[in-house]
């Protein structure tokens, strides 16, 4: 009899720990600066550098008060990972550009992250989460 209520102790147990692993943890992205409260911020969260400003792991858009904005992906793995964001001004759903292709609206990256010539690099813009949430700010 003791052997099965051990037994079943384990395996409760290790429900209990598989769960915690399964939930991840959080990553708050804090946009301040934008130029004004017009359009929607667009924010995507990327899980390799292969895929980094091209196809996030995670994304979503949100709406801005006080030229401000925040949003928090949730569930999300052990991991290396960077954050993309660009103000959509015109609510256009897409990042405007000249005939150069510069941004003609704001960007940013994790880490505040910066290009020369081109857009920011991953080894730059790229943070690791473990065991705990992690909070970005960027500000453009």
Do not use: R
């Not at 708050?28 to 091209?54: H, M």
């Not at 964001?85 to 510069?102: A, M, R, T, V, W």
């Amino acid at each position: 009899m003791n052997t099965l209520v051990k037994i079943i102790v384990f395996i409760v147990f290790s429900q209990i720990l598989n769960a915690q692993d399964i939930s991840g943890q959080e990553v708050k992205v804090k946009i301040n600066n934008l130029d004004s409260n017009k359009g929607k911020v667009y924010v995507a969260l990327y899980n390799s550098e292969i895929s980094f400003l091209d196809n996030g792991f995670k994304s979503t858009k949100s709406v801005i008060n006080n030229n401000t904005c925040e949003v928090t992906f949730k569930n999300i793995p052990q991991g290396i990972y960077a954050i993309s964001i660009y103000h959509d001004e015109n609510d256009n759903n897409k990042l405007d550009s000249n005939f150069l292709g510069i941004p003609k609206e704001d960007y940013g990256c994790s880490n505040n992250a910066k290009g020369f010539m081109g857009p920011p690099k991953w080894k730059d813009a790229k943070f690791k989460i473990k065991n705990k949430s992690v909070t970005q700010t960027i500000n453009l």
